[in-house]
């Protein structure tokens, strides 16, 4: 998530292992260049590979992004998991996604 901009860079569609943040990771590189600031919730994953000049570890500073997360649970069905419209297949959960950033502005991913 891009703070200055309110825009989300990239995102991946997986369990929080450290090949999927690799990927992640090599992905905003490839989009985004230089970073400066990477804020995380300290999850072990994130120390294996430095995408920044500084890494802010906290809960204070990752709101932004659990915002995000809250509000596309909210309005994208297929993320309430205690429901029956929750997908199991990580491709059509990854292809809403990319739907849904696509078509709301205010949402918009750099891919």
């Known amino acids: ?41 300290g999850y072990k994953a994130y120390t294996s590979y430095k995408i920044a000049d500084y890494h802010i570890i906290g809960k204070s500073e990752t709101c932004l992004v659990e915002s995000l997360n809250a509000s596309l649970r909210d309005m994208l069905a297929r993320l309430n998991r205690r429901t029956k419209r929750f997908s199991k297949c990580t491709e059509m959960l990854r292809l809403t996604l990319v739907m849904f950033f696509n078509k709301n502005l205010t949402y918009s991913v750099y891919l």
Do not use: P, Q
């Open 1 to 41: 998530m891009d703070r200055d901009r309110f825009k989300t860079i990239a995102f991946k569609v997986g369990d929080g292992d450290k090949s999927n943040y690799l990927e992640l990771a090599k992905n905003i590189e490839r989009h985004s260049g230089k970073i400066r600031y990477m804020c995380t919730d």
